[in-house]
């Protein structure tokens, strides 16, 4: 789902980086205010965790399989916020060091991946809950890579209206809803699949774990 | 100061590329990078030219080509974008590359310690952590004969996952117990 550099005008990713600074100072005085001196090793290791998991291929139903984000299991094992932060860290190094994103799409990545992935998987658990841990978590990881993945639909597919030239030819990222939303949300209903499966897998093994250790 | 002065120049020169539309100008630009980062006193220029192409050629041909040829089919010329694009994805792509090869990051962000720190931290354990999943997966594959079913691959998985969630876990309290000896907190 990574965007690289080229495609997204800065009338977007400049406020879209500005937004997304504003939530990563929000997210690290919260998270700095309850683990003081542990804040830094904490989000590092968790960094680290959600960079293993969004490097492993899921395995789905009839042969094919996925990558999965990670953003569902961290935020419910830890929190939205945590997962946010995390994942940002992440999708930052990637994108600096490793070549794979932009940097000028950079926030919108975070924005989409990490902060509406993270809230929507810790809400949909949430309400769902109720119907059995299962349920609510495979729907929590499913729900959130789609839901993501309908945000970043929105976002590039508003550019060929905005920005196009004297010609009317666009100048960025070409295609209008009627191409981008269905080329993005029909694959991530297997992603979100893959997510789901992987959020039950992984939020019922860890969550003894942390339990344990609390 | 000189890394974060470099840092600024290079996000004004990347807000610059993006709201370049010109192919013309996009295609002497991407000549300058090229020659630029052949003249660099960086290592491996070739393979970070190369990198850069291929970064951008692959997103390349899943979006404005699809776009071009769609254009060739309904009678409209569209090489102008694809090549608008190619460019300015390449020039981006490159200057990213070339730019993070140059300057010392963690020193351009340590106007926050704790920021620079952090990355310091997860950059420096990012590699260690790609060979051992590396090590895993090579393990698992060479001590099977045939395809793995569903149910051992998620097994793998599973245990893969514990094992780095211990080891993160591990790691943040390792990590802690250095910085509070050395002083960082004080």
């Known amino acids: 789902m990574h965007i690289p550099d080229g495609f997204v005008a800065p009338q977007i990713y400049i406020p879209a980086y500005i937004l997304d600074l504003l939530f990563v100072l929000y997210a690290l005085r919260r998270f700095k205010s309850a683990l003081q001196e542990k804040v830094i090793p904490y989000l590092a290791s968790l960094s680290l965790f959600s960079f293993v998991i969004s490097t492993l291929a899921i395995p789905l139903p009839g042969g094919t399989s996925v990558h999965g984000l990670g953003v569902a299991p961290i935020s419910i094992l830890f929190g939205y916020w945590v997962a946010f932060l995390s994942y940002s860290i992440i999708l930052f190094l990637q994108a600096t060091l490793l070549g794979e994103g932009g940097i000028t799409t950079f926030p919108i990545n975070s924005l989409l991946i990490a902060l509406i992935g993270s809230l929507s998987a810790f809400y949909i658990h949430k309400v769902l809950r109720p119907m059995g841990e299962s349920i609510s978590l495979f729907v929590s990881g499913f729900g959130s890579t789609l839901l993501s993945a309908l945000f970043l639909a929105i976002t590039l597919g508003i550019h060929p209206y905005l920005f196009k030239d004297e010609r009317g030819m666009p100048i960025y990222f070409p295609f209008d809803y009627s191409i981008t939303l269905p080329a993005l949300i029909l694959p991530h209903i297997i992603v979100g699949f893959g997510e789901g499966l992987l959020n039950v897998l992984l939020v019922r093994k860890l969550k003894k774990r942390i339990n344990y250790e609390r | ?186």
């Open chain 2, 1 to 186: 100061m000189k890394d974060k002065l470099f840092l600024l120049a290079y996000l004004i020169f990347v807000v610059f590329l993006s709201s370049l539309s010109s192919a013309k100008v996009l295609l002497i630009v991407s000549l300058i990078l090229v020659l630029a980062t052949a003249a660099l006193p960086i290592k491996k220029k070739l393979n970070t030219i190369k990198r850069a192409t291929y970064v951008c050629l692959l997103f390349n041909f899943l979006v404005s080509l699809p776009y071009f040829l769609a254009g060739l089919w309904l009678g409209q010329d569209r090489s102008e974008y694809l090549l608008m694009m190619t460019l300015r994805s390449f020039s981006l792509t490159l200057t990213t590359f070339t730019f993070f090869k140059f300057i010392n990051l963690f020193k351009a962000l340590d106007f926050s310690k704790n920021l620079s720190f952090l990355l310091v931290i997860v950059s420096s354990h990012l590699l260690t952590y790609v060979s051992l999943i590396r090590e895993f997966r090579e393990a698992l594959k060479s001590r099977t004969m045939r395809k793995l079913d569903r149910r051992t691959r998620l097994n793998f998985y599973e245990r893969v996952l514990t094992f780095f969630f211990e080891r993160s876990m591990h790691t943040s309290e390792e990590l802690y117990h250095a910085m509070k000896s050395r002083g960082f907190h004080d």
